[in-house]
């Protein structure tokens, strides 16, 4: 089918220098073309990978700058990424719910006025909390998050779901579990040890990673979670049910195990322990998760296992990037 880019929507995506946003940007890029799908990110300078095509300095807390930029430029959709992560939230747990939240609002007010027609905003599986199950955690289930960052995204799940239910706001989520890739540095997780692992690893160094050996946490591969989320944005309206956020499984697995694939794959790789406060967040996180819902209701299956995701970072991570850190 030939698709003509010039007339298709504008899509916005803020928070696009981070960890996520320099992927997904890519991907839309080459999929809507590159003058059709402009990043915006606080930072002031466009990231170096992302400078084939539109960047704009945006704060996603200047509301009216914000509105009147999309207005102007007749965005149609919006992939809202900008928030602070978990680690970094418990350290400014108001400003970490205030930037987590503001935003949203801004977006979900824009598409209820009619100027944006489908909104992409990610939740976490840190809306869970310690009384929830936590072996294969059920879509539906006791939500008692305890971390600032955990009650951000449960209750901007909550807000998705109304604006969709009484204004008819095309919103759609998905809970990432901790997201692994080597474009960017990752920005404040508790899940990032499994990304800070392999620097280490490649330098030849020994991890002392911040989790205890049999901490089980949900995670991907980013190439999976950019997928998911495509896919997720490009289904029929009617096939997405579920309007605060989908479940989302990719592989499972603890410090000891991941370290053991690296070892496997890199002889000579030594991890010790040494936890620290965000032992008590991921102690609160389930260990896997049922995403049984998103398999049935549009179609998601990951591709990346723990070994393929050990080979690939392993091959693709860029220790220099340490250096501009
Ligand atoms: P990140 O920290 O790597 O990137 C966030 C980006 O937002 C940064 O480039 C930052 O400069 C930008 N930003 C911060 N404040 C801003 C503001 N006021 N205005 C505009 N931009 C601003 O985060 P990420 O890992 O890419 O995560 C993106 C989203 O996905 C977040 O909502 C996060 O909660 C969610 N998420 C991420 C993971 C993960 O493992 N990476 C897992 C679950 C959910
Ligand atoms: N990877 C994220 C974090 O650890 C989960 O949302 O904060």
Not at 188 to 211: P, R
């Amino acid at each position: 089918m030939h698709v003509n880019l010039e007339f298709m929507n504008k899509t916005l995506i803020i928070g696009a220098a981070g960890q996520i946003g320099t992927e997904l940007v890519l991907e839309l890029r080459q999929r809507k073309g590159v003058q059709n799908v402009i990043a915006a990110d606080l930072k002031e300078d466009c990231p170096k990978g992302l400078a084939d095509g539109p960047y704009v300095q945006m704060d996603v807390l200047d509301r009216e700058s914000v509105r009147s930029y999309i207005i102007e430029n007749e965005i149609k959709e919006v992939y809202l990424l900008a928030a602070l992560l978990s680690a970094t939230a418990e350290k400014n747990p108001a400003f970490a719910w205030k930037l987590n939240m503001e935003g949203l609002f801004t977006i979900l007010d824009l598409a209820k006025e009619g100027h944006i027609s489908k909104i992409f905003w990610p939740s976490s599986i840190a809306v869970f909390g310690p009384t929830t199950p936590k072996v294969n955690t059920p879509q539906l289930t006791i939500m008692e998050p305890t971390t600032v960052y955990g009650i951000s995204k449960q209750a901007g799940e909550r807000w998705c779901e109304y604006y969709f239910n009484n204004y008819d706001v095309d919103v759609r989520s998905i809970r990432y579990p901790g997201l692994i890739s080597y474009t960017s540095l990752p920005g404040g997780g508790t899940t990032d040890y499994a990304v800070d692992i392999f620097y280490q690893a490649k330098l030849g160094n020994n991890y002392s990673c911040f989790l205890s050996e049999d901490t089980a946490l949900p995670m991907m591969y980013m190439k999976d979670a950019i997928r998911a989320t495509i896919e997720l944005m490009e289904a029929p309206k009617e096939q997405v049910k579920i309007r605060s956020a989908y479940n989302l499984s990719g592989c499972s697995f603890t410090p000891k195990e991941i370290a053991a694939e690296i070892k496997d794959q890199l002889s000579g790789f030594e991890i010790s322990y040494a936890p620290d406060f965000r032992q008590q967040i991921a102690d609160s996180w389930p260990g896997s998760i049922d995403d049984s819902e998103a398999r049935n209701q549009w179609g998601w299956k990951e591709e990346f296992n723990l070994q393929m995701m050990v080979k690939t970072m392993l091959e693709n991570v860029d220790v220099s990037m340490l250096d501009n850190a």
